[in-house]
């Protein structure tokens, strides 16, 4: 099993609806989970980041965090078609504290 | 506002030749961070260093694997005798090392560099 765990998509949404990413992880002890977007061919750029259970808003982003459940999700509201890209979901773990990523979930706005 | 950079941005070799890698992180981040990634995976724990020491390594990180961050500042990646397994995108990121209780900064990543092995 994996330490963190995406679907891999690809996850198609029409223009202006909200994207629903999902990420579950399998180390109790990883405290801090991140949401990275990637575009073909970049490199991950940080968008939210998230300690604390429940949800965090940053404008059209909001990420929940449900440490029982050992779930992450990152919510994307009125998507537009620049939201198109890759999501990375991933997790502090180890004793460097080095982030441990899913494979991602290729998203899709469809105009 | 200077992010990481990291050069080159592109390098093809042939197998068996030795590259080297540079990375500059933000100039108040004391945490450096070396990532691989390879088509449809999430990024890969290499390396990290706090300030000059190399405080951890990956076991994905063979013996023809080399980091160093001299002085604390740039960090170099060198990779010798390359083989066609090490065509990826490597990826540097920084981040502040103070921590609240458990929580330790964010990382931000630079725009990596992209090598092929031919």
């Known amino acids: 099993q994996k330490e963190v765990e995406q679907n891999s998509g690809p996850l198609s949404v029409p223009e202006g609806a909200i994207a629903s990413l999902n990420c579950t992880y399998s180390d109790r002890g990883s405290q801090s989970f991140f949401w990275y977007r990637q575009y073909s061919g970049k490199s991950p750029e940080l968008i939210m980041f998230i300690y604390s259970n429940g949800d965090k808003e940053d404008g059209r982003f909001t990420a929940q965090l449900n440490k029982a459940s050992q779930y992450v999700s990152l919510l994307i509201r009125d998507s537009q078609p620049s939201d198109s890209a890759t999501y990375l979901c991933a997790a502090y773990t180890g004793s460097a504290r080095q982030l441990t990523f899913g494979s991602g979930t290729q998203l899709t706005v469809l105009p | 506002d200077t992010g990481v950079s990291q050069d080159p941005r592109h390098k093809i070799t042939k197998r068996g030749q030795n590259v080297t890698f540079r990375c500059d992180p933000i100039?108040?981040?004391?945490?450096l961070y070396w990532y691989r990634q390879t088509l449809g995976q999430g990024p890969e724990f290499l390396t990290y260093f706090q300030n000059e020491a190399q405080l951890e390594k990956s076991r994905l990180l063979s013996d023809r694997f080399s980091a160093e961050r001299p002085k604390g500042s740039f960090s170099t990646l060198e990779i010798q005798r390359t083989e066609q397994g090490d065509s990826a995108m490597y990826l540097c990121?920084?981040?502040?090392?103070?921590?609240?209780?458990?929580?330790?900064?964010?990382?931000?990543f630079g725009p990596g560099t992209r090598l092929t092995v031919t």
């Open positions: 100039s108040e981040h004391n945490r």
């Open positions: 990121a920084s981040s502040h090392s103070r921590t609240s209780g458990s929580i330790t900064y964010e990382q931000y």
